[in-house]
């Protein structure tokens, strides 16, 4: 994990959850999810474009499961806010149009259906208009068929994966990122209110159960400090986590909670989602992670908190809104999973 990520270049209501079946973590019934395998639509599509690459091209962008850089460490676990895992664009002379049309539908397959316009409009308004794949770049880990593979898609807020699961533990195959800047005022700064921004109403969602507080659950979940984005290290079941915790909540609270965490997965493929719930009920679920919110930060000065967290001992979702929206994703079944260390 990049402990210190470099800035960025320049840098609607409830959404509709897509799940088939969201699951109660407040309950105690064994849960049965579908993660992703090595059949599934992305997966396969991840075979089709390795099927299709030259040997030049595979010398470039194909790597061993674990192999090291210098600058990044384990290459396959490494995330930030804005990076490129290999040189090529994907929409590049690099890449024939076949290949290129085969990533995109690796894509397409990595996301809610409903969500493909909201990411394309995210990923265009961050790097200026680009069309998709002009400034997005790809590369395999392992040979899709192997016991362990996995396909890594980055770019300007964004780090996507595929793994068909063969990555033990983590969910989405390991860490990734999300963030969107719509609007531009002195650089790096959007406009108050985020007017524009796709992910800001996962914000208003968290903002909403801040209000749903009553004062003394208030003082404990609005901290002064807002931690360092990309620390989204596991702390494991012994770890003290920051905020009000999710289990002194009330019942209506708890249903509050359940709904932003619903808006937290759905821009992802369901599959994706239910593996993220499997991680997450096996250490608790929502009753083992805290709530917090972070004033010093506060863009607009308006009181909706930009910068929050949902954190527990094997899952950290961190949202930082100042000065544009930044989200930090570390989600798994064993806490001692570690960061690109």
């Known amino acids: 994990m990049d402990q210190n990520p470099k800035p960025c270049p320049d840098c609607e209501g409830q959404p509709t959850v897509s799940r088939r079946n969201f699951l109660p973590l407040f309950a105690t019934p064994k849960v049965h999810a579908a993660p992703p395998t090595p059949k599934s639509a992305a997966e396969t599509a991840v075979k089709g ?6 040997d030049e091209q595979r010398k470039e962008i194909c790597f061993e499961w674990n192999y090291e ?22 929409r590049s002379d690099y890449y024939t149009k076949k290949q290129q049309d085969i990533a995109h539908d690796i894509f397409k397959a990595l996301i809610n259906p409903a969500w493909y316009e909201r990411m394309i409009k995210h990923l265009k308004d961050d790097t200026n208009g680009a069309e998709w794949g002009a400034q997005q770049s790809m590369a395999f880990f392992g040979k899709p068929g ?12 964004m780090t996507l994966r595929a793994d068909g699961n063969t990555e033990s533990h983590v969910a989405f195959g390991g ?13 790096l700064l959007e406009k108050d209110g985020h007017p524009g921004n796709v992910f800001w ?7 909403d159960i801040f209000k ?11 901290l ?7 620390d989204v290290a596991f702390k494991g079941k012994e770890g003290k986590f920051p905020g009000l915790s999710i289990k002194e909540m009330s019942d209506e609270q708890k249903k509050a909670i359940e709904k932003l965490l619903a808006s937290l997965l759905e821009p992802f493929r369901g599959e994706d989602q239910d593996e993220a719930l499997e991680c997450l009920k096996k250490f608790g679920g929502l009753e083992a992670c805290c709530l917090s919110f ?12 930009d910068n929050w967290r949902v954190e527990g001992p094997a899952f950290v979702w961190n949202f930082r809104g100042n000065p544009h929206v930044h989200v930090w994703v570390h989600v798994a079944d064993d806490p001692s999973v570690k960061l690109n260390a």
């Open 49 to 54: 474009l390795y099927d299709a690459l030259t």
């Open 69 to 90: 850089q210098k600058e990044r460490g384990t290459l396959r676990t490494f995330v930030s806010n804005n990076w490129q895992i290999t040189k090529p664009h994907i």
């Open 146 to 157: 192997d016991e362990k593979f996995e396909f890594v898609m980055t770019g300007r807020h």
């Open 175 to 187: 860490p990734i990122f999300y963030g969107h800047q719509a609007s531009r005022v002195q650089g």
């Open 201 to 207: 109403p996962q914000a208003l969602m968290a903002n």
């Open 212 to 222: 749903m507080l009553d004062k003394e659950q208030q003082k404990k979940a609005l």
């Open 224 to 230: 002064m400090t807002t931690p360092r984005e990309s």
């Open 294 to 305: 972070y004033s010093d930060e506060d863009h607009g000065k308006d009181g909706i908190w």
